[in-house]
């Protein structure tokens, strides 16, 4: 009977946000709005980023590579510690988890 009334109570708060939380940042997003394979492969780091020109004329468009497995990766010459970083990240950016940061404005 309690629990019904502070839901019933709840529900009659206006808000806008329709899961009830607030926005606990005022930062505008930091992430990049349009990913191609250039900007994923720069996200991802750690020297991955110098198979650009490869993905591109082989795979051509992101979705594909968000679903290129190893071998087709180790057919296109690229080394074990890349395929696993490219397969591991493509697996997070599809789940949602994880994006590439845009580049912090230089003043």
């Given at each position: 009977?309690?629990?019904?009334?502070?839901?019933?109570?709840t529900k009659a708060i206006p808000s806008s946000n329709p899961y009830g939380f607030s926005r606990f940042f005022s930062k505008s997003?930091?992430?990049v709005a349009k990913v191609?394979?250039?900007?994923f492969l720069k996200g991802v780091g750690n020297g991955v980023e110098t198979h650009v020109a490869k993905l591109e004329s082989e795979?051509?468009?992101f979705q594909k590579l968000l679903v290129t497995r190893t071998l087709?990766?180790?057919k296109?010459?690229?080394?074990c510690k890349h395929r696993k970083l490219i397969l591991k990240y493509t697996?997070?950016?599809r789940l949602g988890l994880w994006?590439?940061?845009a580049e912090p404005v230089k003043t």
């Open positions: 009977m309690a629990l019904m009334q502070v839901l019933n109570s997003s930091l992430f191609g394979i250039p900007e795979i051509g468009d087709k990766l180790k296109l010459g690229i080394p697996h997070k950016y994006k590439p940061r």
